[in-house]
Structure formats: structure tokens, C-alpha cells
């Protein structure tokens, strides 16, 4: 898995780099589709804020969290909300569109074939 981690308006320390490497290592057990996480912490207003986006082969989960208190609850927020929806199945699943078209199509191609022969008796 790989994971990009970005600041806004603060010093990223190697603590919170590996805070978050350490949380995200959690959903990895979840999936082993997953390929790339975007981790952006932030501070606007004292506001600790942390949007993750996971991508992986054919899904997308998106969280953010906020804590006025501290970063690390921010991140222990937005971890935990990535691993409830993927608990729960909550991934967009991207692939699940061209399967039904295919499955559409294949089911118009069998339509019946005593019709096509015109052989009725």
C-alpha cells in the first residue's frame, strides 16, 4: 500500500507520519486491493482537520475528520470512519457497472434461437 501523507499549514513530523502509516496498517487486513491512500492534515481556525481518499482496483472510500483538541484524535477519527465503510461494504465499486452491461448484452445474443429458424410446428 502505498500512502501519500500532505500538510496544510503545519509542520508533518515524523510522528504523525508515522502515526498515520501506523492506523492505515488497520485497513490494510480489510482488503488487499487497496494501492494508494492520500492522507491530507490540516489546520485552519485551530481546527485539526484530516480528509483521507483510498484508492484501489475498482473502489474509492473518502473520510474527513475534525478535532479541535488534537491531530492524532483527527487521524484515530478518520481511520476509524475508512475502516466502518469498509466494513460494511461501502466501497463504490466502479466495476459493478460494466459487469451488468455485459451481462445485459450476453442475455440479448441467447434470446431464442427456434424463433431465428422459423421452425414452429
Known amino acids: 500500500m502505498e500512502i501519500r501523507i500532505s500538510a ?4 508533518l513530523t515524523p510522528a504523525l507520519k508515522n502515526h498515520v502509516t501506523e492506523r492505515m496498517d488497520r485497513i490494510k487486513k480489510y482488503s488487499d486491493q487497496l494501492i494508494e491512500a492520500d492522507i491530507y492534515l490540516g489546520v485552519e481556525k485551530h481546527r485539526h482537520q484530516v480528509h483521507a ?6 473502489q474509492l472510500l473518502n473520510s474527513e475528520a475534525v478535532d479541535p483538541s488534537s491531530m ?8 476509524d470512519k475508512l475502516e466502518k465503510q ?5 466501497q463504490t465499486d466502479h466495476d459493478k457497472k460494466t459487469g451488468r452491461d455485459k451481462i445485459h448484452n450476453d442475455l440479448k445474443i441467447e434470446e431464442s434461437p427456434i424463433e431465428a ?3 414452429l410446428d
Do not use: T
Not at 496544510?8 to 509542520?11: G, H, I, L, S, V
Not at 481518499?53 to 475498482?58: A, D, E, F, L, R
Not at 469498509?86 to 461501502?90: A, D, I, N, Q
Open 72 to 79: 492524532y484524535k483527527a487521524i484515530d477519527l478518520c481511520i
Open 86 to 90: 469498509l466494513r460494511r461494504g461501502k
Open 53 to 58: 481518499k483510498v484508492k484501489g482496483k475498482g
Open 8 to 11: 496544510k499549514q503545519m509542520e
Open 117 to 119: 429458424s422459423g421452425d
